[in-house]
Nanobody, 119 residues
Framework: QVQLGEAGGGVGQAGGSLRISCAAS????????MGWFRQAPGKEREFVAT???????EYGDFVKGRFTISRDIAKNTVDLQMNSLEPEDTAVYYC?????????????WGQGTQVTVSS
């Protein structure tokens, strides 16, 4: 049973930075992609970033160079550094794992961590 646990998030200022982290337990995800989705109030969940087991990285179109995903495959962790935050980044951020995360619904989901950006 894979479990994904997020940490970090909270409240940030517009133009500021926040970092969220995720640790997986249960079994190794070394052959999976890990990444992040988010869901803002009243909106559908959307893809944020993915880091595949081969090292390929993709971001959602809205990121525009503001976020950086990193991953430690040996430790089963994935982080998201968010810079130049905008109020529109306010959402629940979910750690996910699966395959081709930008195109295929993730297999595993964390419980989510709230990120709130004040203007």
């Amino acid at each position: 049973q894979v479990q994904l646990g997020e940490a970090g998030g909270g409240v940030g200022q517009a133009g500021g930075s926040l970092r969220i982290s995720c640790a997986a337990s249960g079994r190794s995800l070394s052959r999976y992609a890990m990444g992040w989705f988010r869901q803002a109030p009243g909106k559908e969940r959307e893809f944020v970033a993915t880091f595949s087991w081969t090292g390929a990285i993709e971001y959602g179109d809205f990121v525009k160079g503001r976020f950086t995903i990193s991953r430690d495959i040996a430790k089963n962790t994935v982080d998201l550094q968010m810079n130049s935050l905008e109020p529109e980044d306010t959402a629940v951020y979910y750690c996910v794992a699966g395959f081709a995360l930008k195109r295929i619904r993730p297999i595993h989901w964390g419980q989510g961590t709230q990120v709130t950006v004040s203007s």
